[in-house]
């Protein structure tokens, strides 16, 4: 297992603190928690506003496409794509947070402008259905929809249906993950890599009471609750959920694609996505882990112009790159001097 830390030592079982180029935001963030009235108004703003227009950029094509979905819904999904011709290119499925409830595609726009402007991959971010109104297995039916829709256009869209990756941010790294396992046990759509943004991937993590809320943003521990909620359509921890609806549920992890894990140590999900990167290396599915330390959940929105971002991003455009065009990579992973000393800085970090 390759982990990326953002300092070169941790302090054992220290207190969680705030990365120093994040205090100040972390302290103006407003405490809050969405429930059924926050959430349902925020989305009913939403849907009041236009679609925002696509920006007319030189170097990068923005279309939105509007595909059929699984229930006789219409999808819509935006697709980023490089302004030159040359192709077949790879692609990367984006799926959007908001914790099951709130969001849209363009909350990424200017990530996926850039991952595309880079790479010089198409970037697919798709508008899936959300809860409560729209439980699981909905959101995760139209992002399997959306994914079939770019292997059966592989050739207008100017994709290698071989290099498919699936990402997302948050709850929908969470679907992504679903999606990568959805993909695998149904053997009909390859993916070719899991881009796994501070992923909410265990509904479990609801029924928790030793979180030390002082230290998170954006998302509290009764926002989680109230996300698993809706999105199971059914209380968190119980019996009957899916490892398709939360994927660190799931028994046997071997076959499944490549992987990047991407967390805060102020995140709620640091505990259930360290858990899951360490259980994917364990069968034998490569795993890049990259912690931050002192960052929250969704800190690279929150701060974009920080260095501790860039340097995210910059191991997210590295791990695509590596992954889905290992011909322009010119880093090497498989160090195993450097893999040993971030194993024993994390062995540090977690003890």
Known sequence: MFIETERSRFTGNAEPRFHPELRRAALLIPRFSLGRKSSGWLRRMRSRRPVPQPPALPDVAIRDEHIDGPDGNTIRVRIYSPASSAGPRPALLWIHGGGFIIGYPEINEDQNIELCRELGIVVAAVSYR????????????DCHAALAWLHENAGTLGIDKARIAVGGASAGAGIAAGLALLAHDRGDLPIAFQLLVYPMLDDRTAMRTDVDGRWLRVWSA????????????CAPGSHEVSAYAAPARRAD???LPPAWVGVGTCDLFLDEDIAYAIRL????VPCDLKIVE???????????KSRVVGEFRRSIAEALQANLRPERSGEDDSSDAVSA???REYAALTN
């Open 130 to 141: 959300l809860g409560p109104d729209n439980p699981f297995p909905a959101p995760l039916d």
């Open 222 to 233: 009764e926002s989680n609750r109230f996300g698993w909620q809706s999105y199971l359509g």
């Open 281 to 284: 290396n364990d069968a034998d």
């Open 253 to 255: 992890l071997r076959g």
């Open 341 to 343: 000393s971030l194993e």
């Open 294 to 304: 002192g960052a929250f959940h969704a800190f690279d929105l929150v701060a974009p």
